[in-house]
């Protein structure tokens, strides 16, 4: 139970990456694009939260 609560952001950004793969390969191009825009999105959320959690513990 661990490994997915530490690593869900990266497991949801490589199933992201290959339904936008899927989907750009399948001939949605557009929809492959704004798909694959997810993982960086999901990523970048996750540094952000990590950060937060970060302070909040140095404050206390």
């Known amino acids: 139970m661990n490994f997915l609560n530490k690593y869900y952001p ?3 950004s490589f199933i992201a990456m290959l339904y936008s793969v899927i989907l750009w390969f399948s001939g949605d ?3 492959g694009l ?3 825009l ?3 999105t ?3 959320f ?3 939260f ?3 959690q970060n ?3 140095g404050k206390k």
């Open 34 to 36: 704004y798909v694959g």
């Open 46 to 48: 996750t540094l952000v």
């Open 55 to 57: 302070q909040h513990k």
């Open 38 to 40: 997810l993982p960086i």
């Open 42 to 44: 999901i990523l970048a």
């Open 29 to 31: 191009k557009d929809a």
């Open 10 to 12: 990266l497991v949801l």
């Open 50 to 52: 990590a950060q937060i």
